[in-house]
C-alpha cells in the first residue's frame, strides 16, 4: 500500500461527512465488489483467478480511499448466499481470503489501518476464524482507516439476531420492551460504534443491495458503476466520490427555501 495520509479519527459518532478541498467526501464507503467470475469467464479464465484479480482491487481502492480522506471503509467480500455457489469455487475463495488476511497484515500495520471483519466467518472453519482473530488484534491500533470486511455476512441475519436479542433480554427483564429504540436495536448489531455508511457503491452495473447492510443503509447514497470489480481503482472511486459531493444530503429535512 502506498501511504495514507490521514490525521487521526475524530469522534466516531459524528453523522456528516468530512469536508476535503471544498467537496464533501463521505467519512464512510461501503462497497459491493461484483463482478469477479464475469471478468474471469469474460477472458476464459477459471473462476479463483477472477477472485484473485478481485483481491487486487480491494488493495488499490483501500489505498485510494485512504488518500481520498475516507475514514470508514466496509467490503462485501462474501455473502451468507454466496454458499450456495459452486464448492470448488468456495473453496478456491476461502484459501484466497485466509491468504489474504495473514499476507496483508504487515501493510495494514505500516499504514495504519484497523481491519475488523463481520458476519459468521465461523463457517469457514477454525483456520479461518483464528486469522481473523490475529488480524483483528495485530491491527486494532489502527488509526488512520477503518477497514471492515464483510465475510459470510447477510443483513436480514443481523437483523434477526439484534431482534432476538433484544427478546430475550425482555423475557428475562433485562430490557423493558416500552424503552426499546433505534438505538438499542442497533447497539445489538455487528456494526456496533461504527458510523453509517455515507455512500454505497455497487460494481458490474447490477443495482440492488443484495442484503447487505440494511439497517444501516437507511440514508446512503448510492452509486451504481458498469465496471466489473477486478478492473475497479483510483479512478472510479474518484468518480463515485465526485458523484457523492454533487448530491444534497437532507437527511429527511426541508431543502432552505424548498417544498
Do not use: C
Amino acid at each position: 500500500m502506498s501511504s495514507l495520509s490521514r490525521p487521526r479519527l475524530a469522534d466516531e459518532t459524528s453523522p456528516r461527512p468530512q469536508e476535503a478541498g471544498g467537496a464533501a467526501v463521505p467519512r464512510h464507503v461501503a462497497i459491493i465488489m461484483d463482478g469477479n467470475r464475469r471478468w474471469a469467464q469474460a477472458r476464459g479464465l477459471p473462476v479463483a483467478l477472477g477472485h484473485r484479480a478481485g483481491a487486487e482491487a480491494a488493495r488499490r481502492t483501500i489505498e485510494a480511499a485512504g488518500r481520498a480522506g475516507v475514514s470508514w471503509l466496509t467490503l462485501f467480500a462474501f455473502s451468507s448466499e454466496n454458499w450456495q455457489r459452486p464448492m470448488e469455487e468456495v473453496s478456491a475463495l476461502t484459501g484466497l481470503l485466509r491468504l489474504y488476511l495473514k499476507s496483508e497484515i504487515a501493510s495494514l500495520l505500516k499504514e495504519g489501518v484497523r481491519l475488523r471483519v463481520i458476519g459468521d466467518h465461523s463457517r469457514f472453519g477454525p483456520e479461518m476464524s483464528r486469522a481473523v482473530a490475529a488480524a483483528e488484534r495485530a491491527t486494532q491500533a489502527g488509526t488512520r482507516l477503518n477497514l471492515t470486511v464483510a465475510l459470510s455476512y447477510g443483513g436480514r441475519a443481523e437483523i434477526v439476531a439484534a431482534a432476538r436479542a433484544l427478546a430475550e433480554a425482555a423475557r428475562d427483564g433485562r430490557i423493558d420492551p416500552a424503552a426499546i429504540d433505534e438505538a438499542s436495536f442497533a447497539g445489538g448489531l455487528q456494526t456496533v460504534g461504527q458510523p453509517d455508511p455515507d455512500l454505497i457503491i455497487r460494481t458490474s452495473g447490477e443495482q440492488r443491495l443484495s442484503n447487505f447492510l440494511l439497517w444501516q443503509a437507511a440514508y446512503a447514497e448510492f452509486v451504481f458503476q458498469d465496471v466489473l470489480w477486478p478492473d475497479y481503482g483510483a479512478d472510479h472511486l474518484a468518480l463515485a466520490l465526485g458523484e457523492f459531493a454533487r448530491r444534497d444530503r437532507r437527511f429527511g429535512q426541508r431543502a432552505e427555501g424548498g417544498a
